[in-house]
């Protein structure tokens, strides 16, 4: 993973103070309290110094390939694109890492960060439960006490993820709301806490953690960029991902920022979709786009049945790309969400977590009448174990 930073490359960036552009139009920042700011500044240099290290590097990419098992595969769905008719549909099948999503590569990353820090303590928020189970799995591996933080609406949804979480040794607290509350909630503690380490789970909240989590991430448009050209010879035409914070979403797009050629398609709820319809706003530490009350003054609730998505705001690096065109967002409705899900269920045999059937929904729409050899790569980025229970009570006769 090289450090070198390209000439008008888009993959610079962000800034020393976080920003992703400039003037107006900057995005992200150290938007943080007094006590704050020097922890931040200090994790922001252990990461500089961490990635320069080869043997950090290696460690990382040890553990990803035997304990991940990385590369996920980059899969044809044969039978989805034959149903479809158009463009070739591939999935980046990061379910099949392991514990079941993207999440654990961060996790694997921002521990191994955490240890040469010398931290004691890891603090975790989780919307669907996924960065919180990874987080267990990686803080066990390494022999770190672990607090997740969830939202009460989410832990009834995604159960499978605590138990698993549990069994790993992790302790969790509930807080009233869901995602956007249990982070708000998180940066209090380690502001009372500055020793413990908080491994943030998306690409959100003040920097340095958008670069970090970009940086950890990256690793699946690499492995994109590698699999398309050995499966087909050429890069994909368009890659697609569903959006929380937007940490799958950018991994898979960081590495095709400067191939114009490559269309670059992220996903929202239908509630949450900060990026089609929120406005500019500074709230959990980063300048970005959010869906907040008209004067600006508090977030609004969002309601979208994924957990993982159901986040009112987004990472600041896709509200830059958004500004300057690089790449494109829209959202999926619920009900398009579960449609999705039995569609890939009967035709792939995957069961997948509900979140990225939002992205797999506008894969469908595009690729509709798409000429053979265009390919759209979409992350598959969680499997479905969390979300049975929910598929079942909504929709189970759909099943019968
Ligand atoms: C399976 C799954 N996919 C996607 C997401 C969204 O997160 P992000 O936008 O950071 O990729 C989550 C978040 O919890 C998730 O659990």
Known sequence: MSTEKIKNSLKNGPDELGYYGEGEKARGGFASGETLMPILKNLQDAFEDAIKDKSFIDKFHYYCKHWINRPSPLYFAENL???????????KSEHLNHTGSHKVTNCLFQTLLA????????LVESGAG?????????????SLPILGVMGNTDIRKVNSNIIKAKHYGAKLEAVDGSLKEAIT??????????????????????????????????????????????HENKLPNEIHACLGGGSNSIGAFHEFLDDKEVKLVGVEGKTSAALSKGTIGIMQGMKTYMIQSKDGSVAEQTKDLPSGINYFSVGPQHSYLKDIGRAEYTFATDDEILD??????????????????????ETIKRAKGKPKDYIIVTSLCGRGEKDLDVIEKLRGSDFE
């Open 115 to 122: 240890l040469r820090m010398n931290k004691k303590r890891v």
């Open 81 to 91: 694109t034959k149903k479809i008719g158009g463009a070739k549909i591939y999935f």
């Open 340 to 361: 999705t899900y039995k569609l890939v269920a009967r035709t792939e045999g995957i069961c997948s977590a509900l979140e990225p059937m939002a992205a797999v929904c």
């Open 130 to 142: 996924a960065h919180f189970s990874a987080a267990a799995a990686t803080c066990s591996k390494f």
């Open 185 to 230: 909630h998180v940066l209090k503690m380690w502001t009372n806490d500055p020793d413990s380490y908080y491994l943030c789970g998306s690409a959100v909240a003040t920097a340095p953690f958008p670069r970090i989590v970009q940086y950890a991430q990256s690793i699946i448009g690499k492995e994109i960029r590698e699999q398309c050209l050995k």
